[in-house]
């Protein structure tokens, strides 16, 4: 699978439920998507993963090929200051359960095969 970070944020944004994310809503679906997000776009993209600390938690997002991606960036209100500590899975997944990830796995796979 080829990585087109614009078809892969329209995918994640229609790929997004509460099954994802229990703050997911349809005002803010990108809500609390962040540790699911950045671990499925690692698993498919490679890269790294990043993490960047908030008043709120960690913010986990991605770096591949030298660019950072962050395709939940648009929960926030306020620009993020991006501090790019390099993060281990096992800390983004304290943030997600293994059934989150699967669904938004599946949810991302039938959007990313749906043409134009």
């Not at 994802?20 to 699911?36: E, H, K, L, M, R």
């Not at 671990?39 to 591949?64: M, V």
């Not at 800390?91 to 990313?112: M, N, Y």
Request: charged share 20%; glycine share 6%; aromatic share 10%.
């Amino acid at each position: 699978m080829s990585f087109d970070p614009d078809a892969v944020q329209r995918a994640l944004r229609k790929a997004w439920s509460l099954s994802t994310s229990s703050q997911w809503s349809a005002d803010n679906p990108a809500a609390g998507q962040c540790n699911v997000t950045a671990l499925l776009i690692r698993e498919l993209f490679c890269g790294e993963l990043l993490k960047t600390p908030l008043s709120a938690g960690d913010h986990f997002y991605n770096r591949i090929e030298g660019q950072r991606y962050d395709f939940t960036a648009s929960q926030f209100d306020q620009p993020i200051v991006y501090a790019d500590l390099p993060a281990d899975p096992a800390e983004a997944e304290l943030g997600a359960t293994g059934d989150q990830l699967a669904a938004l796995r599946a949810a991302f796979e039938s959007q990313r095969i749906k043409p134009a």
